[in-house]
């Protein structure tokens, strides 16, 4: 038998909420049907996966580029999530609620993460101690790709990179209530067979983007025009709309915070450092500055800003999500995938 327990934390509208289910050790017995019909929809997913994105050289930049225009508007895998995903590493023995964990958009979570690893389509499943259903999907990191085809610096810190080098699961927690993906993992739940990948070392110079030899924004995967159709039309529209912003942000010390090294060990960090990563946000950076929930000083408490500059900061943050709004529509009628 089967039980879900303790506290659990869903992400409601951005935020963080421990719901009345924390009301302790009051065990709920997990519907049996929607089990089944989270088994069913992840094998679905097991198989998408290991069809779209097989296992494949760490280097295969053909690989990796099919994986991911599949990914990033597929239906199967789509209807597995919701708008928002929780992703990061396992980090036991701290308890669940305290690991350090990083939110996004699914979209630009399937385009700019989860294309990253190759599948072999095995994967089991479990209720797991924290009352998700948990499933693990056999799958190997691509270490090998060229520096812009990582969301930003991985090998900032060493640690996170092996993690990401090590995998052999990408293991997802189910909530058995809206039975989608609640929580991703980079893990180690499965054993894969055959030698073990090559470890890589890469330089970082302390920059979440830079200009390559070429004159190149890397990393290249977080530009629009990377992720999105070639033919969408919003993407100037995008570029200009999120330079001010991102100027913006800058002046209003967002960056201080919303960026990868999370150097406020936030629980739910949202990353606004690159074009993608504010893409996937639009919508929260605008719901959070109509609340006046951000920014915030250094003992993480609201800072007042000077009305004009709300006021600008507010223009120019419905301008980009506007223009998010219209570039998604335009992909879900239209879109053929990044780069394509
Ligand atoms: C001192 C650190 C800090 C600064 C500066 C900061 N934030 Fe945050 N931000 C946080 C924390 C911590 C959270 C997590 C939620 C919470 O604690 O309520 C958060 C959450 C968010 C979220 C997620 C939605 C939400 O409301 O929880 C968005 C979007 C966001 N911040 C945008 C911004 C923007 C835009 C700026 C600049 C105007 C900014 N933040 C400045 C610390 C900061």
């Given at each position: 038998?089967s039980?879900r327990?303790g506290?659990?934390?869903?992400?409601?509208?951005?935020?963080?909420?421990?719901?009345?289910?924390?009301?302790?050790?009051?065990?709920?017995?997990?519907?049996?049907?929607?089990?089944?019909?989270?088994?069913?929809?992840?094998?679905?997913?097991?198989?998408?996966?290991?069809?779209?994105?097989?296992?494949?050289?760490?280097?295969?930049?053909?690989?990796?580029?099919?994986?991911?225009?599949?990914?990033?508007?597929?239906?199967?895998?789509?209807?597995?999530?919701?708008?928002?995903?929780?992703?990061?590493?396992?980090?036991?023995?701290?308890?669940?609620?305290?690991?350090?964990?990083?939110?996004?958009?699914?979209?630009?979570?399937?385009?700019l993460?989860?294309?990253?690893?190759?599948?072999?389509?095995?994967?089991?499943?479990?209720?797991?101690?924290?009352?998700?259903?948990?499933?693990?999907?056999?799958?190997?990191?691509?270490?090998?790709?060229?520096?812009?085809?990582?969301?930003?610096?991985?090998?900032?810190?060493?640690?996170?990179?092996?993690?990401?080098?090590?995998?052999?699961?990408f293991?997802?927690?189910?909530?058995?209530?809206?039975?989608k993906?609640?929580?991703?993992?980079?893990?180690?739940?499965?054993?894969?067979?055959?030698?073990?990948?090559?470890?890589?070392?890469?330089?970082?110079?302390?920059?979440?983007?830079w200009?390559?030899?070429?004159?190149?924004?890397?990393?290249?995967?977080?530009?629009?025009?990377?992720?999105?159709?070639?033919?969408?039309?919003?993407?100037?529209?995008?570029n200009?709309?999120?330079?001010?912003?991102?100027?913006?942000?800058?002046?209003?010390?967002?960056?201080?915070?919303?960026?990868?090294?999370?150097?406020k060990?936030?629980?739910?960090?949202?990353?606004?450092q690159?074009?993608?990563?504010?893409?996937?946000?639009?919508?929260?950076?605008?719901?959070?500055?109509?609340?006046?929930?951000m920014?915030?000083?250094?003992?993480?408490?609201?800072?007042?800003?000077?009305?004009?500059?709300?006021e600008?900061?507010?223009?120019?943050?419905?301008?980009?999500?506007?223009?998010?709004?219209?570039?998604?529509?335009?992909?879900?009628?239209?879109?053929?995938?990044?780069?394509?």
């Amino acid at each position: 038998m089967s039980f879900r327990f303790g506290w659990r934390l869903p992400v409601v509208a951005g935020t963080l909420i421990a719901t009345a289910l924390f009301a302790g050790t009051s065990a709920l017995a997990a519907d049996p049907a929607a089990i089944a019909r989270i088994e069913a929809r992840a094998s679905a997913v097991a198989q998408r996966l290991a069809s779209v994105c097989p296992l494949a050289a760490p280097n295969d930049k053909a690989a990796f580029d099919r994986c991911r225009n599949a990914l990033f508007g597929d239906p199967v895998v789509t209807a597995a999530m919701d708008d928002r995903i929780v992703w990061g590493g396992i980090q036991y023995p701290k308890a669940f609620k305290d690991w350090e964990l990083t939110v996004f958009s699914t979209d630009m979570f399937r385009g700019l993460y989860l294309s990253l690893f190759g599948f072999t389509g095995r994967h089991t499943g479990k209720i797991n101690q924290e009352g998700f259903y948990q499933v693990d999907f056999q799958a190997r990191f691509r270490n090998g790709l060229a520096a812009g085809e990582y969301a930003y610096p991985f090998w900032h810190a060493d640690p996170k990179w092996r993690g990401y080098e090590l995998t052999t699961s990408f293991t997802v927690y189910f909530d058995v209530d809206t039975e989608k993906m609640a929580f991703a993992f980079r893990a180690r739940e499965l054993e894969l067979a055959g030698p073990a990948q090559a470890p890589v070392t890469l330089p970082w110079d302390g920059k979440w983007m830079w200009v390559d030899i070429n004159g190149q924004t890397q990393p290249v995967i977080t530009l629009f025009e990377d992720m999105l159709s070639t033919g969408n039309p919003l993407i100037p529209a995008l570029n200009v709309s999120y330079r001010e912003l991102a100027e913006q942000m800058r002046q209003s010390t967002c960056m201080n915070c919303h960026v990868p090294n999370n150097p406020k060990h936030m629980n739910r960090l949202s990353l606004l450092q690159t074009p993608n990563h504010a893409f996937g946000e639009a919508d929260r950076i605008v719901e959070t500055m109509v609340k006046q929930r951000m920014p915030r000083d250094d003992a993480n408490l609201p800072v007042a800003m000077e009305p004009a500059a709300m006021e600008r900061f507010l223009v120019l943050a419905r301008k980009f999500e506007g223009d998010v709004r219209a570039a998604r529509e335009w992909e879900a009628r239209n879109g053929k995938g990044p780069r394509n």
